[in-house]
């Protein structure tokens, strides 16, 4: 067996595999050297996965099962017809069955897609947020809002003329931790390709919304939760899971400011938002 180690800020989680595989960018800038982890996956080959239970939640591409002490995911290979993994959460145990043919496919993005992160990082009170993550003059700032929003074109405007740094164009780790509120960088970026491992204190979560003129309104701590959230998984069939998400995002807007930007794409929304923030 080999095993890995990945850090996120101060989580560390061990991945056990059958075979080696080898490091890839970006996930190997979260490898590190700890020999103690917080969570550890194992993963496995095998010539058939558990059965599905007749009571099992069957979604397109993933069906789930749930009760007081075991989740069970099964998933199907980008939407073929046969499931070829299943992910097994029972007590503290975390265990990813592949079948056997699939044992070329054992890499970085196929471990991170399997292992669950959402439900890893819940556990230890972090959330990952939909969002395009920068850091400027040693502050974060994230741009959340629905796909196709303009999330990536506001963390360009503010690389282009704010001198920001880009950590991420579609998500970010949000946590809690001695009492100041951070971002840290993921491995997942959806299709902007941007991933960068640091983290930085939360100065701010920016909600966009499209608009024919730029305008900035502070939001009420329940409104920004509540905007966040739409962008967190939070999977109905484990409550647990979910209020973790909720607890731990409703923290984060209790502590930073969030705001409502209805904005253009250009260089004065910038602007708003830059005085508004003192960067």
């Not at 010539?47 to 199907?76: E, H, M, R």
Request: some cysteine.
């Amino acid at each position: 067996m080999h095993s890995k180690y990945y850090k996120f800020f101060d989580t560390v989680i061990r991945v056990i595999t059958p075979e080696p595989v080898a490091d890839a960018e970006p996930y190997s800038q979260f490898l590190c050297d700890e020999c103690k982890a917080d969570f550890t996956v194992e993963y496995s080959f095998a010539d058939s996965l558990p059965q599905i239970p007749a009571d099992a939640v069957c979604g397109k591409d993933v069906t789930v099962f749930a009760n007081d002490n075991s989740y069970y995911c099964w998933y199907k290979n980008h939407g073929a017809e046969d499931f070829y993994a299943c992910r097994i959460f029972i007590g503290d145990s975390r265990k990813v069955i592949l079948l056997s043919e699939y044992r070329n496919m054992l890499w970085n993005r196929v471990i991170f897609d399997l292992m669950g992160f959402e439900e890893i990082a819940s556990v230890s009170r972090k959330a990952v947020v939909h969002a395009s993550f920068i850091i400027k003059n040693g502050n974060a700032v994230l741009f959340t809002a629905p796909s196709g929003t303009g999330k990536s074109t506001q963390a360009a405007l503010w690389e282009k003329y704010a001198d920001a740094e880009i950590i991420n164009g579609d998500k970010a780790l949000v946590f809690v931790s001695g009492g100041v509120v951070y971002a840290g960088g993921l491995p997942f970026s959806g299709s902007s390709g941007i991933c960068k491992n640091k983290a930085a204190p939360l100065c701010a979560i920016v909600c966009l919304s499209q608009a024919k003129e730029n305008k900035l309104s502070r939001l009420s701590v329940p409104d920004a939760t509540l905007f966040v959230l739409r962008g967190c998984y939070l999977p109905a069939e484990n409550e647990e899971i979910s209020e973790n998400v909720i607890d731990t995002v409703g923290e984060v807007c209790g502590h930073v400011p969030a705001y409502k930007l209805e904005c253009l794409p250009y260089e004065s929304a910038v602007r708003i938002l830059e005085n508004e923030l003192c960067l």
